[in-house]
């Protein structure tokens, strides 16, 4: 999947499909950015959040002595394999339109800019990986029914909790607008969002221009 077409939204219902074990929309969502490369776990968030919402996917409380909401597909959403439907999906939000090039303007020293790429770049891989060993971890020490392991570099502790959540689209569908405006606070933030084009490299042996938005 080397960019969002008409067929995203496919591949990601058939990719969930395939798996054995049904997962959390947080899981999926780095399963997804994982396997796919070309977008971000937020982006697949909102992608699974799209298909949800279009009763592609559904969620199922699966726990039994304290909630575990996994995903899975609907009879929609496996008919839509099935059949190999088109999703229509929004992907506007994904995408900056207006822009100039960052060699027209000096904003950010070119240096600082590289090392953040390379630094963004590391990070990105490192957390995926730490995600797939937490993960494996926690199934081995749950199918084992291990609390505890001790090592001579670290200690490890596993065990489950209730974490009761209020989804937000739920919250705004079922409370009142006058309850939302006494309750709503906002709070203004500086967001810096990054999307790794490709492999530096590449990108200087394909002259990808640098652009920065103008907003």
């Given at each position: 999947m080397s960019t969002f077409t008409n067929k995203t939204g496919l591949q990601i219902l058939d990719?969930?499909?395939?798996?054995?074990?049904?997962?959390?929309?947080?899981n999926f969502s780095k399963m997804i950015s994982h396997k796919f490369k070309e977008?971000?776990?937020?982006?697949?968030?909102?992608?699974?959040?799209?298909?949800?919402?279009?009763?592609?996917?559904?969620?199922?409380?699966?726990?039994?002595?304290?909630?575990?909401?996994?995903?899975?597909?609907?009879?929609?959403?496996?008919?839509?394999?099935?059949?190999?439907?088109?999703?229509?999906?929004?992907?506007?939000?994904?995408?900056?339109?207006?822009f100039t090039s960052a060699a027209d303007v000096s904003i950010v020293d070119k240096d600082i800019l590289e090392e953040y790429y390379h630094i963004k770049r590391e990070l990105t891989e490192l957390q995926k990986?730490?995600?797939?060993?937490?993960?494996?971890?926690?199934?081995?020490?749950?199918?084992?029914n291990?609390?505890?392991?001790?090592?001579?570099f670290m200690d490890l502790y596993c065990k489950k909790a209730e974490r009761?959540?209020?989804?937000?689209?739920?919250?705004?569908?079922?409370?009142s607008e006058d309850i939302l405006s006494r309750i709503r606070t906002v709070n203004?933030?500086?967001?810096?969002?990054t999307k790794i084009r490709a492999d530096k490299e590449q990108a200087d042996d394909k002259n990808i221009p640098v652009k920065s938005s103008t907003e």
């Open positions: 990719f969930i499909n395939s798996q054995n074990i049904n997962y959390g929309r947080n977008f971000s776990i937020q982006n697949a968030k909102d992608l699974l959040l799209q298909l949800t919402q279009q009763e592609y996917l559904k969620e199922m409380n699966i726990g039994t002595h304290f909630p575990m909401i996994v995903l899975s597909l609907t009879e929609k959403g496996r008919a839509a394999v099935t059949n190999h439907e088109e999703i229509f999906l929004d992907f506007k939000k994904f995408y900056t339109n207006s990986r730490e995600e797939e060993l937490k993960d494996t971890i926690k199934n081995a020490m749950t199918e084992k291990v609390n505890e392991l001790h090592f001579a009761v959540t209020y989804p937000k689209e739920k919250i705004e569908q079922y409370v203004e933030i500086i967001i810096l969002t």
